[in-house]
Structure formats: structure tokens, C-alpha cells
């Protein structure tokens, strides 16, 4: 979206606006990949889809070997 700086300042204000922020926090909604328990919890489901956790840091442990075959997994798959 190109704007120049006082048209940018009054998206800003509009976009701060708790009015804004309320309509747009209505229109949200849930993802997919979790659904709502009956307690109230958000459970994951099923999701035949690809996805990547890494660990937040590196330390010697489990996580050492998943380091070390994730960068080779992910080269053999996209040089392929």
C-alpha cells in the first residue's frame, strides 16, 4: 500500500482505534489446526500438512540429532 506520511499517520490513528480494533478481533478466527475442548482448552487436530518445530536453542540433548538432520532433510527435499 503506498501512502505518504499524513495519509499513513491517519491509517495508524484508525487502525489504534479501539472501534477498529473491536471489528477487526469480531472477524477473527479459530485456525484449523486446534480446535476448543469442552474445557475450554485448545486441543491440536489432525492436520495432514507439513510442519517444522526446531528447538529454541541448541544444547546436548534429544534436540542435538534433530539439529544435525533437519538442514540435510530440508536440502535433500528442496534440491531434489
Not at 472501534?19 to 475442548?37: L, N, V
Not at 495432514?48 to 528447538?55: D, E, K, R
Amino acid at each position: 500500500m503506498e501512502m505518504n506520511y499524513i495519509e499513513y499517520l491517519k491509517y495508524v490513528e484508525h487502525v489504534l482505534n479501539e472501534k477498529t480494533i473491536g471489528e477487526y478481533a469480531r472477524q477473527m478466527k479459530a485456525f484449523g489446526k486446534f480446535k476448543e475442548s469442552k474445557d475450554g482448552l485448545w486441543e491440536p487436530v489432525p492436520y495432514s500438512g507439513y510442519t517444522v518445530i526446531t528447538p529454541a536453542f541448541r544444547s546436548p540433548s534429544i534436540w542435538e540429532e534433530a539439529c544435525e538432520y533437519l538442514p540435510r532433510c530440508l536440502r535433500d527435499k528442496f534440491e531434489a
